[in-house]
């Protein structure tokens, strides 16, 4: 019978050894077992590279982590529970947000619970028990950064998506947080184990740039989340990548390796088709709905801004032979003013957001001017969701919020002449500028246009609802 020479018997053992089993006795049974199949297949003619490829075709590509996870799951009952969690947890935790995403969609009751329990069973049972079952698996220290930012990453985007859902507070922060640990620590982290394989180094090209794919899409998705600009490119570029270099890449090798067509190819094949072209399809949708809802918004909210005014000047025109009238006029000229210096910062920030060459000149930014008449095209804009309007005319310290602010506290100051600070204290919150907008002085919150045009929108409302009632409390005093 055919003897194995020394250095045959090393090779066998290193392959075993990449295969990450840590069950000592173990082991050492498994590179007896595979030396033996291969002296096997020598005895019947085949030199040794035969005899082990075929082994090895036999075995199949997990079929050595199986025979491990399997006795594991006989001999430990602490690994074995922590299996059955992970399984049951997985399943529950993707069906409970699998309901919820229906339920939402169709505007059910118990979306919402069924939304937050999904998370947190995915959170705070699957991906736990799945780390444990990892490293129960592997005992591979050198694998303890990968598998700790992926659990980090996992966490923080799952209940950052939660808290972006329900419209909690902290989602933006949660969101980046998790997307920076997979960026920074997850796929860099990847990419140093998958350079560890020695004889795939034909693949670390290959390697590098599905990583770098896969980046410049997670940013895209990320951005597009967070509502910055750049998501539509860099999710276009990111699936270019992808689909036109990095997969024919891959399926090029694979072919070229495999002798017929294996469970693995095929789900590589399909993973990237499920995962580039419905994100990709599904984001350009959330961004068509977002910006729809907020045109309708904002649209609607402009049809009742018109309607109350128009309410306001016919309650002028019903006292205009009365006594209360000039005090009335007097209060409506004035709400005229500050509406007006309202429009014409929505209308600034407009211009700023849709300036092609990005410059803003002093004009801009000069609220000295008249202007604002004209309704704002919300459907045409090509920036609606541009911070740097916002960030420059209604951040705290910038000139146009302080002369907003002082044209609100001339409001009150004219309303307290007319009727009395006690009467002006109870319309005190719609009268001040920061119930609408941010206090914030930092330019790195979310400054997005169409959200602050909407906040606007509401000041104005509120000034309206204000100046209704005060020209009514002027008829019952004369």
Not at 185 to 200: M, N
Not at 249 to 271: C, D, P, S, Y
Not at 348 to 370: F, R, T
Not at 428 to 443: H, I, V, W
Request: hydrophobic share 45%; aromatic share 10%.
């Amino acid at each position: 019978m055919p003897e194995l020479k020394l250095f045959h018997i090393d090779q066998i053992t290193q392959d075993v050894l990449k295969q990450e089993i840590g069950f000592s006795h173990l082991f050492h049974d498994l590179v007896d077992h595979v030396c033996c199949d291969v002296e096997n297949n020598m005895k019947q003619g085949m030199s040794f590279e035969e005899a082990y490829k075929a082994v090895k075709m036999k075995i199949g590509f997990r079929g050595l982590k199986n025979i491990q996870e399997e006795t594991l799951y006989m001999v430990d009952n602490k690994y074995r529970n922590m299996k059955k969690l992970m399984k049951i947890s997985g399943i529950a935790g993707t069906t409970m947000l699998g309901f919820a995403a229906i339920f939402k969609i169709a505007h059910l009751p118990l979306a919402g619970s069924l939304l937050m329990l999904g998370a947190l069973v995915l959170s705070f049972l699957f991906l736990p028990s799945a780390l444990n079952v990892l490293w129960k698996e592997t005992k591979n220290s050198k694998k303890l950064i990968l598998f700790i930012s992926a659990f980090i990453a996992g966490v923080a985007f799952i209940l950052g998506m939660l808290f972006k859902i329900q419209h909690w507070p902290w989602s933006g922060i949660l969101i980046s947080f998790g997307m920076l640990t997979g960026i920074i620590l997850f796929l860099p982290s990847l990419l140093i184990h998958l350079f560890q394989d020695k004889e795939k180094k034909h693949k670390r090209v290959l390697y590098i740039s599905g990583v770098v794919s896969i980046l410049i899409y997670s940013m895209g998705f990320w951005f597009r989340i967070m509502h910055w600009a750049l998501a539509g490119s860099l999710i276009l570029l990111g699936s270019l990548l992808l689909i036109f270099i990095v997969f024919p890449w891959f399926a090029r090798i694979q072919w070229k390796n495999e002798t017929h067509v294996n469970g693995r190819f095929i789900f590589m094949v399909l993973a990237p088709l499920l995962f580039i072209m419905p994100g990709a399809l599904v984001n350009l949708n959330l961004e068509r709905s977002y910006e729809e809802g907020f045109f309708i918004r904002l649209e609607k909210q402009d049809a009742l801004i018109k309607l109350q005014n128009d309410n306001n000047k016919k309650l002028l025109t019903v006292y205009r032979d009365s006594l209360s009238y000039p005090e009335m006029a007097a209060i409506h000229s004035e709400t005229d003013q500050i509406m007006g210096v309202i429009s014409l910062i929505e209308h600034k920030m407009v211009d700023i957001a849709e300036d092609p060459d990005g410059q803003v000149n002093q004009a801009n930014l000069d609220l000295s001017v008249s202007g604002g008449g004209n309704p704002i095209p919300y459907r045409t804009m090509n920036q609606p969701y541009n911070a740097r309007p916002a960030s420059l005319l209604l951040l705290p310290g910038c000139n146009a919020r302080k002369t907003l602010e002082n044209e609100l506290a001339k409001y009150r100051d004219a309303l307290n002449h007319h009727l009395g600070t006690d009467w002006t204290e109870q319309y005190e919150p719609l009268l001040k500028a920061s119930e609408y907008l941010t206090n914030d002085s930092k330019p790195g919150i979310d400054l997005s246009l169409l959200p602050n045009l909407n906040s606007l929108l509401l000041l104005k409302s509120g000034l309206l609802i204000a100046e209704s009632a005060a020209l009514k409390q002027v008829t019952t005093k004369k």
